[in-house]
């Protein structure tokens, strides 16, 4: 149940906030696999385990949380805010 909240809880606030995007993929599955056939250029991440492989390939805008404070390096953009998000994209 809080999966699907969290994803439309994301949905809505990009539409509100005019953001437009090709496609959100919610996932359990090998992210790394999936930005691969999606040719992903950037992902939005807040799990370590999924940033530091995927961050392997491409950029990964780590989503700042607790559990995920000392997940640093190379390709990993940290953010505080989907603003802060919205910001960084836009500079890429």
Avoid: H, Q, T
């Amino acid at each position: 149940m809080l999966y699907e909240k969290n994803k439309e809880i994301v949905k809505k606030w990009l539409e509100k906030n005019n953001i437009l995007y090709d496609n959100i993929i919610f996932s359990s599955e090998d992210k790394l696999e999936i930005c691969i056939k999606n040719n992903i250029d950037v992902m939005i991440e807040d799990k370590v385990e999924n940033i530091e492989k995927i961050s392997n390939k491409i950029p990964v805008i780590c989503f700042n949380a607790g559990y995920n404070e000392k997940c640093n390096g190379k390709n990993i953009i940290r953010c505080y805010s989907w603003y802060d998000i919205y910001a960084k994209i836009k500079n890429l």
